[in-house]
């Protein structure tokens, strides 16, 4: 693969294979050349046949597995004059299509670092599908992201998309870097470059495709790219700042957007743990209460998770962060420790928790979440898990070869397809705001108000005819819930709504999924099976294949 300073590549999907293969081979270095202690490493756990697959080979399992599953369902599903041999062509045709990704930007470009000197800074993004547009993912900027990890992300963000019914196609991106190594000046000199550089093939527009937040970005980095859109390319187009979401409110963010991952991990794990026959195979109670639970992860996501989860009555006994973890059986308070994080930059040395002696992973609970990154659980500690469900907040905490173990285990598995899609979901609500050019409730919120005081007096009214007023007037008074209730929904109160209800329902179409076709516990196959049978339809309906 060619690379020039400030040029792109378009990777052809001949390509990309190759590319692929060549990075699963490693470099190629001349014969009696030492190899670097990595490779040596990586020669080792091959031979003792570590369980360590390619991220994007983790998807394409799972994704076959689906399709197998879904294939003589689907030609039931093709509407056109014709046999069922000819059908079954057209359903191969179509799910053939569905596991490539489309599209894959590769660029590099230089930039002048404080200190004086340049450095080639690697990009990628994405596009796995354009079934829906735009296409949706975030950018993440990690010193390990490779071509292989943003194109298995993209696929894994077209089925979480479609298992939630948000009609974007799936995309990601990875700058190479470690932020902590660069100062604001020369990230947002790096955000912006890459920005012009997507802008220029096409891999960014409101309408094209739509960034976000992911590891190592925020508020900050999105308002940076959508800032640079609008001064090059939308300078004239009323939707610029819809080119990407997460955003900071002034710029056009939406309200909920940060908790909104760990609120929809949150209600995931609600739904499922409320779901009575699902809790008699675990041989648990339904409901949160007095439920003991574990997180992997003290980000953004695990920590917001530890607090609605903990709020709900459910104990939190163990945490980690990347320096280690904690354990306390009789409770941790996720404000006390959040708090105890920001003076002390990590949660060892907690005083209300002691160090966990093993790990995380193996520790006695009733809920674990692995929210930090992706193949945690392998075939080889999979065993020791004796968590009775494994919430994965993370994306492909989990290998396939670990999934077969906690099936034949009995473990519910809540996967990432449906449980972390909290993120793109708010997301989805704030491209919507800004392509309404309105915020949530503003058109609604003071006759809501008003209504809402009418009814108190309505209900006065009738009352005091009923029953005359010889006692004096008979007082209306609200409940503390319809009190907070009475001034009208807020922005936040209409997404964490909107939130709510796309995870009920999406909760309970992979429930009726597994049902309708006794899958069992295999929740994260009902979940694939629902998103590949969604967009399936979208091709065969619209005829895109053939376009």
């Not at 200190?115 to 080639?120: D, H, L, N």
């Not at 919120?445 to 209504?451: A, D, L, M, N, P």
């Not at 319809?482 to 964490?496: C, M, N, P």
């Amino acid at each position: 693969m060619l690379r020039c300073w400030g040029s792109f590549q378009l990777l052809s999907r001949t390509g990309r294979a190759a590319l692929a293969e060549r990075a699963r081979a490693g470099p190629v270095v001349p014969p009696g050349t030492p190899r670097p202690a990595s490779l040596r490493r990586h020669s080792r756990a091959a031979a003792s046949g570590e369980d360590n697959p390619a991220f994007s080979k983790m998807v394409d399992d799972f994704l076959d597995r689906g399709i197998s599953i879904m294939e003589d369902k689907l030609v039931a599903l093709i509407k056109t004059r014709g046999s069922d041999e000819q059908k079954r062509k057209q359903v191969r045709g179509i799910l053939g299509v569905l596991k490539p990704c489309n599209h894959v930007l590769s660029v590099t470009f230089p930039v002048q670092l404080d200190s004086g000197s340049w450095e080639v800074i690697h990009g990628y993004r994405a596009q796995h599908s354009q079934h829906c547009m735009p296409c949706k993912g975030g950018i993440r900027f990690n010193a390990n992201v490779t071509v292989d990890e943003v194109q298995a992300l993209a696929t894994l963000m077209t089925y979480k998309c479609a298992v939630v019914d948000v009609p974007f196609g799936g995309a990601k991106a990875g700058i190479k870097i470690n932020p902590k190594n660069y100062t604001d000046n020369e990230l947002e000199k790096i955000t912006r470059r890459f920005t012009i550089e997507l802008a220029k093939k096409g891999f960014i527009g409101p309408g094209i495709d739509v960034p976000a937040p992911d590891m190592g970005t925020g508020e900050r980095e999105m308002a940076w790219i959508a800032d640079t859109y609008a001064s090059i390319m939308g300078y004239c187009d009323i939707n610029a700042h819809a080119c990407v979401t997460g955003k900071p409110i002034s710029q056009g963010g939406i309200h909920g957007r940060i908790t909104a991952t760990g609120r929809g991990v949150f209600l995931g794990i609600q739904n499922f743990v409320n779901d009575a026959p699902f809790m008699d195979v675990l041989g648990l109670t339904p409901g949160l209460q007095d439920k003991t639970f574990v997180v992997q992860g003290f980000g953004n996501v695990g920590r917001h998770t530890m607090r609605y989860l903990h709020n709900s009555g459910a104990k939190c006994v163990g945490v980690s962060d990347s320096r280690g973890g904690i354990w306390n059986s009789e409770g941790i308070d996720p404000k006390e420790l959040a708090d105890f994080r920001v003076q002390h930059g990590s949660i060892m040395g907690f005083p209300k928790a002691k160090p966990i002696e093993g790990s995380i992973l193996e520790a006695d609970c009733d809920i674990l979440i692995p929210a930090a990154s992706e193949k945690q659980l392998t075939k080889f500690n999979a065993h020791k898990v004796k968590a009775k469900i494994i919430a994965e907040a993370a994306n492909g905490p989990i290998t396939p070869e670990a999934d077969k173990i906690f099936l034949g285990k009995n473990i519910l598995v809540i996967p990432d397809l449906y449980l972390n899609a909290g993120g793109v979901t708010v997301s989805y609500f704030e491209w919507l705001k800004n392509i309404n050019h309105v915020s949530y409730g503003r058109l609604t919120f003071k006759y809501e108000r008003e209504s809402n005081y009418q009814l108190l007096r309505s209900v006065q009214e009738s009352l005091e005819r009923t029953f005359g007023k010889r006692g004096g007037v008979i007082p209306v008074v609200p409940t503390a819930r319809f009190q907070d209730r009475v001034s009208g929904a807020s922005e936040k109160d209409i997404i964490y709504s909107g939130l709510a209800y796309t995870m009920e329902y999406s909760a309970r179409q992979i429930i009726d999924m597994a049902r309708k076709y006794n899958l069992g516990m295999d929740i994260r196959m009902a979940a694939y099976a629902t998103a590949i049978e969604k967009v399936f339809k979208v091709y065969s309906e619209a005829g895109l294949i053939f376009k």
